[in-house]
């Protein structure tokens, strides 16, 4: 060992490499790790990062401590890759003896040396074949694989569910998940269990969905049980008690919208305890006068539901947002930690959803233990121990007239990854602080119906002034016993990574400006500041080979979240290299710095004389269609498509109907839209000329 060190000191990796072929001692050559439920749950296990949130109890934590507060300032790039064929990057990669596996745009999986970054193996789904012309639901991103007994598994944009050869990067099976005409999409990382492996969808706002999980054979693919998160029609017979037990909670026709609660993210399984639980979506559409005109608290929407991991059976669900109406869903990490509460050991989840409340629940029952706010609820004043709901606040629901919400539907907290450490006892929260008004006049409620692949809130949301904070996001660190705040970082930009929290005393966290920071975990001081040059959307992982402890992480500006504030920093569509950057404290890596931030600058056409009429058609054909989703709002680009007001294209009718009628970027993810007419064409180029010609004016 120690002459590898002296090798891993000089950095030459490919010696490295050869001698690991050699040395029996090296960590490659010993006897490979069965990855199953008793490895996933080993929080000992410091080489590897086995699953999502590290092990079985999602925490994102790891024991190691090499990297520590007194020593991270020394923290440099070990090794790095360059993607150049990706965009956003949000994955969480996995080690698993020595390799590092990482899911990139269009959901192509790498394998690569978790040493020295030398590519192994490279698997293309071929989403862009897969998905056909139904890519208007989704994104090319998505946040992660999961690994079971020699199998990486991944879920694909057009919803296929993989299994995958770790050795040699073939397909072993693979299942389909969902009709692919439907709209819906996933994003999500797949939750390999007990010989299975689940997997949910998106699609909420993109038509009337009906929200699922499904469990599949982790070794053949055979389908194992699925769990349906409302109610269908009555009239076709329930699936179960509990779908006969939630309908109770709806009222009026409510299939006839779907009803939402879609399971994009979320996915824990407690071995101990032998526990599925799941982090259940929104409603369909967001304004319950539409779906469930008389009330109700439509379960399961917003909920943490338990399930018998065997079976799917329902076992309980604990409700953070009844008869939910602004989009807040319950998507968001679903932490195991056990906690002393006034003297009592407590199995707890840790739960820190979109609506800005930290609920404590108890893991064996789902009774809520303790929930306070993270940050400004204007919907709700507390939440109700004795009954476990909230207490709204009159005018909340937009029943009067406009509602000024906070949080927004962004959340106080989305699907970035909140982190929990047991020695410093808390969770690191990426947190936003954002307010909407929330108004449904003039819209028709009881005529208004969702159509495939067009979708829709059913409520308008309107940007304010007025916002709860100076400051639209931090970093916060929350004490779930004591259920306050032990201490936050104000930022300047929203959408900031998830968190990753060490036994150095560090929490990591990547930011939108580019930035990578390690904070002293106890008291927030900065103890390490990185500057990657391009604004980062993944959290980090941590592993330790042959004495080396490395920090890894993927650079790739994305989300679902685009335009807004985001393309001030100049992380224009393809202007900077995507990377997957790895740190270590004797880290020698020369890598070259990026392309500066860019900020597309909108063309001028002052030949092109903007009909505001059929500018205004097609601002309409442009929210409908969905062209948000990657060019922004407003036709602000956040950098996940091009920047339209900048592109020749749509000045040319020609090269514009070949592009979004007939599909000539389809590879790149621009969907072709078939139906399309002529004069839905010449009013988006009006519309994204008249933005054009807005951006410049002085
Ligand atoms: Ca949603």
Known sequence: M??????????????????CTLLISCSQSQEALIVDDKTIADESITSDWLAYGRTHNERRFSPVEDINVSNVADLKVDWFID?????GLVSTPLVVDGVLYFTGTMNIIRAVNAVTGELIWR????VVKYIGNKKQAGFVHNR???????????????????????????EIWTAVTFDPERALFITGAPKAFKGKVLIGNGGTEHGPSRGFVTAYD?????????????????????????????????????????????????????PDLDILYIGTGNGSPWNRKIRSPDGGDNLFLCAIVALDPDTGEYLWHYQTNPGESWDYNSNMDIILADLNINGEEIKAILHAPKNGFFYVINRETGKLISAEPFAETSWASHIDLATGRPVEIEGARYENDTAYITPSNYGAHSWHAMS????????????????????????????????EFQGGFGVKVFDVTNQPRDYPASLIAWDPVKQREAWSVPQDDFWNAGTLTTGGNLVFQG????????????????????????????????YKIDGRQYISLLVGWGGAYSGLSANDHGWAYKAQMRRLITFSLDGLADMPKLSPPINPVPINAPDFVVDQELASTGAIIYDKNNCSWCHGQNVLSGGMGPDLRASPIPLEKIAFAAVVRDGAKSEQGMPPMPDITDEELVSLMHYIRRTAHEASQP
């Open 2 to 19: 120690d002459t590898l060190s002296v090798y891993t000191k000089i950095h030459n990796h490919l010696v490295i490499l050869s001698i």
């Open 83 to 87: 993607l150049p064929e990706d965009v």
């Open 123 to 126: 698997f293309d789904p071929e």
């Open 144 to 170: 992660g694989i999961s690994f079971y007994k020699g199998k990486v598994f991944t879920a694909t944009w057009d919803g296929r569910l993989i299994a995958i050869d770790a050795k040699t990067g073939t």
């Open 218 to 270: 982790a070794e053949t693919g055979e389908e194992a049980w699925k769990f349906y998160i409302v109610p269908g029609n009555p009239a076709d017979g329930f699936e179960n008690d509990a779908m006969e037990m939630a309908a109770k909670t709806w009222t009026g026709e409510w299939w006839k919208h779907g009803g939402g609660g879609n399971a994009w993210n979320a996915f824990t399984y407690d």
């Open 420 to 451: 929990y450490n047991p020695q410093t006892g808390l969770a690191y929260i990426p947190a936003l602080h954002r307010a909407l008004n929330y108004t449904d006049e003039g819209i028709d409620i009881e005529n208004w119906h969702s159509v």
């Open 511 to 542: 930011r939108s400006d580019g930035k990578l920071l390690a904070y002293n975990a106890s008291t927030g001081d900065t103890v390490w500041t990185f500057d990657v040059g391009l604004g980062i959307s993944a959290p980090p992982i941590t």
